[in-house]
């Protein structure tokens, strides 16, 4: 946290949105949400017992609620933004890499889900673990991969993270993180 608050005060233009998967430590069994603040923000978290957590950050002035599907898919938060003439859809999601068939279905009928819904602009992000996608060819080693490549084209969704942003000693780079949207020109930061 302390961190994360060093970068937001740092920076000249603070992020209006910020979504941020694995909150929770391993080694710590529950957080609560005011251990999480920071001052200029709404919070909306999940932070759920037997969960790595997720949180959304909106600065104070955009108005925002979180909402609920019906979805059993394991984590994820979903906003609501509003201004005067439009709403924009954020979810984040985080799919643990030991994720069940079951998981996997549930977070591609997530995606069906928040496509349904009428909104100009629509943001998914998040860690999916899906490390072996190969994004140039858009193409999967499993079923479970094939099946959301298809989901994301099915909703005719683009996936912008275009270089790996993780990589740990001698392991190859992955690409992990997500940023997805119904725009094929996105401007964000990623840090």
């Known amino acids: 946290m302390t961190e994360l608050k060093l970068l937001i005060n ?35 978290c999940d932070l759920g017992k037997n969960k790595c957590g997720i949180i959304i950050y909106t600065i104070k002035d955009i108005k925002a609620k979180q909402i609920s599907f019906t979805s059993v898919a394991n984590e994820y938060v ?8 439009d709403k924009i859809l954020i979810a984040c999601i985080y799919r643990s890499p030991s994720s069940s068939y079951d998981n996997n279905d549930n977070i591609n009928k997530l995606i069906d889900d928040i496509m349904s819904i009428k909104a100009r602009f629509k943001l998914i992000v998040g860690d999916f673990k899906f490390a072996d996608i190969n994004w140039n060819k858009w193409e999967g080693h499993t079923p479970a991969r094939n099946k959301f490549l298809h989901k994301i084209q099915g ?13 740990r000693g001698a ?14 020109f996105l401007t964000i930061l990623i840090i």
């Open 10 to 44: 740092s920076m000249k233009n603070k992020p209006e949105i910020i979504a941020i998967t694995e909150v929770k430590p391993k080694n710590i069994e529950s957080l609560i949400e005011s251990e999480l603040y920071i001052s200029g923000y709404n919070i909306f």
């Open 78 to 85: 979903y906003v609501e933004l509003h201004n005067k003439n």
């Open 155 to 167: 909703n005719f969704l683009s996936q912008h993270v275009t270089s790996p942003a993780r990589a």
């Open 171 to 184: 392991n190859e780079p992955s690409l992990l993180d997500l940023v997805i949207s119904n725009e094929d």
